[in-house]
């Protein structure tokens, strides 16, 4: 063995350190210039973290963070995650997701009037147009402000502004905002991971994915009472319920969010078939709804009353259940069936359950009418365990 050779080895990591903290550096520069777009294909999209550098070179008041938490607390309320979107900020200051579309701003001056100032009087050679161009590749990419714990702040402490870096990465590089104290905004560069997060303000610059989407406790609130009545009085034998969940791990990288759990059953709810011409009367059914579970609620039992069957018939032999976490791509489907007691024999009606391919899975099968015979029931279903009730 080469007696030198230990020592190359050391100086190998020296140089592969060195190599890393000088990258880190670079990454953590701040530069208040224009922000950039991608160019080629890309030009009409903005980078995560130049709206990360952007954010934490604007002169943030107490009314700028009033207006972001307020904006991410009607969100949570909403049912959806804790985000404040670009869409929203232009169009609708301090506006959650879900909020209502005439929602009236409150704020003398808000956080878009920061952002339009800041790139008119830092472009050079982009006048009013291309800043107005940027704005809208903000609105369109579904750029978010994503404030992760919020509930925990304590009224005025300044954030630390990071971005999603993507590829499931558990930290990266922020830019921490504080008043020093001469009263001058100062911004330093700072490592951030959820454990930051949970203890300071953090806003994280990534992208939305459930607000095309009504969660469930926001879809009760929607209906009306004469609907809820008429409901209750029709003839029914049973109903089937989801009466809580508890997701025992996130699937994504915190920056990402919370997990968005699609909820989907199907069933022949109903079904009262005797004879062939009543048989065809009937077709299968399917349940489908969306439930946030923020990262601070992984491990605890979340209460949600779903109704998951409507008219839980002593006919009806098994449904198909399936839970998967929102990942996106392409649209497949889970080809499954649910069947009926018909003159002796089992019927199936098929049924073709969408999601994506991307998507995780978290359980899907068929549940027998007896799994709900005791009226109220649990079980684990893979990184779930889930309540149900039938009365």
């Keep these: ?41 890309d030009s009409d999209k903005v980078g995560l973290s130049d ?14 963070l009033g207006e972001v938490y307020d904006a991410v607390s009607s969100s949570s309320s909403n049912g959806y995650d804790e985000e404040y979107m670009m869409s929203d900020l232009f169009s609708s200051p301090g506006k959650g997701v879900g909020d209502s579309e005439t929602k009236a701003s409150r704020y003398k001056t808000p956080m878009k009037d920061l952002i339009e100032d800041y790139l008119k009087n830092t472009a050079t050679k982009a006048g009013a147009v291309d800043v107005e161009k940027y704005i809208n590749s903000m609105i369109d990419s579904g750029v978010q402000i994503y404030w992760p714990f919020s509930e925990n702040w304590d009224g005025s402490s300044y954030p630390v502004v990071t971005f999603d870096p993507g590829y499931g990465a558990e930290s990266n590089y922020g830019y921490e905002i504080r008043i020093d104290s001469g009263g001058a ?9 959820e454990e930051l997060a949970k203890t300071r303000p953090v806003w994280v610059i990534n992208t ?64 009262k078939a005797s004879t062939d011409d009543e048989l065809k009367q009937y077709h299968a059914s399917l349940t489908d709804f969306m439930i946030v579970v ?23 032999e098994k449904i198909a259940f399936f839970m998967i976490e929102d990942d996106g791509g392409t649209t497949t489907n889970w080809k499954c069936s649910a069947t009926v007691k018909y ?30 015979s005791g009226g109220e029931v649990h079980g684990r279903f893979g990184d779930a365990v889930v309540t149900f009730r039938l009365e």
């Design 185 to 193: 905004t100062v911004v330093d560069s700072v490592l951030v991971d």
């Design 294 to 316: 923020k990262r601070k609620d992984i491990g605890k039992t979340i209460p949600f009353e779903a109704l998951l069957v409507s008219d839980f018939t002593s006919q009806i």
């Design 343 to 372: 003159q002796s024999k089992s019927y199936g009606f098929d049924i073709d359950i969408p999601y994506k391919d991307k998507d995780d899975i978290i359980w899907r099968g068929q549940l027998a009418s007896g799994f709900f």
């Design 208 to 271: 939305n994915d459930d607000s095309a989407f009504t969660p469930y406790d926001m879809y009760l609130s929607k209906s009306s009472a004469s609907e809820v009545t008429k409901a209750a009085g029709t003839e029914v034998e049973k109903r089937l319920y989801l009466q809580d969940l508890t997701l025992l791990r996130n699937y994504d990288s915190w920056f990402g969010g919370a997990s968005e759990i699609f909820v989907k059953c199907g069933s022949a709810s109903g079904f």
């Design 51 to 64: 709206i990360a550098r952007l954010i934490s070179s604007l002169p943030i008041g107490e009314e700028q």
């Design 1 to 41: 063995m080469c007696p030198f050779a230990e020592n190359k080895v050391d100086m190998k990591r020296i140089v592969f350190w060195c190599t890393l903290v000088s990258a880190f550096v670079s990454c953590a520069e701040i530069v208040n210039d224009y922000p950039e777009t991608r160019s080629g294909a």
